[in-house]
């Protein structure tokens, strides 16, 4: 039996840290086999990747479905740590090396490229890098299939509160990529839903 230490790694902004792969063989039977279990919990499997050496690191990257706003507690990251571990325990096909598990969630820094990481996102301050367009920072009204609704910031004269403009719908084709602007407090605005965007219980 493998000798597995579950380790709730806070803010990992990104898959596949080190210098292995983001994605192998490995990886990706691992990734089937804890899936299931990750679903079961009422979670969402962003990744998998293994950091190689003698002693190696399954790091799994978990998330929210992408219909619910705010992070990953501490509390869900320790308790699906420990069912992720008695599942790679019980893995058929394990060699008996040792390894670490380290179980975390994306984090604020993440960078959205996908449509479930806009979901996520609803409600928050956000920079879109758009393409063939200028950039555009608001906050995220709404998101449908076709691409993302932004209450852009229009730029004032330092010391005043920022103004907001006309909703803006920016389709996922024109979408690069978007980045959510950390935030300590602000009051909901239009229906929009309360975030805190700084430092939290996120994992």
Known sequence: ????????????????????PAHNPEAARLRALLEPAVQANRLYLEDVAIIPGSHRVVHVVVDLPQEE??????????????????????????????YDLEVS??????PLTES??????RGRMVKVNVIQGE??????HAVDDGGVTLIPEVPVKKGMKPRQGEPVKLPF???RNGKVEIEFSHLPEDGLEPEHNGPSEEA
């Open 1 to 20: 039996m493998s000798n597995a230490e579950a380790t709730a790694s806070p803010d990992h902004t990104g898959s596949g840290s080190g210098t292995a």
């Open 69 to 98: 706003t705010g992070g990953v507690s501490l509390d869900v990251i320790a308790d699906i740590s420990r069912v992720l571990s008695d599942v790679l325990d019980n893995d058929p096909k394990d060699d008996g090396r040792p």
């Open 105 to 110: 969630s994306p984090g604020v820094g993440r």
């Open 116 to 121: 479930r990481h806009w979901h996520r996102a």
């Open 135 to 140: 950039n555009v920072t608001g906050r995220i």
């Open 173 to 175: 084709d024109r979408i």
